[in-house]
């Protein structure tokens, strides 16, 4: 079992930024691809962004140049930095663990690649 837990959310005007964190506890963090999701109301929950065991990241394209994810495997933490965001950006902000392997990359995108979730934390972007 791996807990996760997000922190960081709030209101923001836009251009802002801010920096959400997840704190990982339970099995070897290392072990796990990391991942952020978000869903925005009445929207299904879309990718954001991936981070590998060895550090290499994907972006989704309405976030590619603005956010910036990382991980501190010392301190079992995961970010996400998020700068110039926009109103489109407002939804509950998910940090994923996933511990399966695929051959095809393209899979890491989808929710089904990640078995465990945190409780969710807001961002609110303000015009």
């Known amino acids: 079992q791996v807990q996760l837990t997000e922190s960081g959310g709030g209101l923001v005007q836009a251009g802002a930024s801010l920096r959400l964190s997840c704190a990982a506890a339970?099995?070897?963090?290392?072990?796990?691809?990391m991942g952020w999701f978000r869903q925005a109301p009445g929207k299904e929950r879309e990718f954001v962004a991936y981070?590998?065991?060895?550090?290499?990241?994907t972006y989704a394209d309405s976030v590619k140049g603005r956010f910036t994810i990382s991980r501190d495997s010392a301190r079992n933490m995961v970010y996400l930095q998020m700068n110039s965001l926009k109103p489109e950006d407002t939804a509950v902000y998910y940090c994923?663990?996933?511990?399966?392997?695929?051959?095809?990359?393209?899979?890491?995108?989808?929710?089904?690649?990640?078995?465990?979730w945190g409780q969710g934390t807001h961002v609110t972007v303000s015009s």
């Open positions: 339970g099995r070897t963090f290392s072990n796990y691809r």
């Open positions: 981070i590998s065991w060895s550090g290499g990241s």
């Open positions: 994923a663990a996933g511990g399966t392997v695929y051959t095809d990359s393209s899979n890491y995108i989808r929710r089904g690649a990640y078995d465990y």
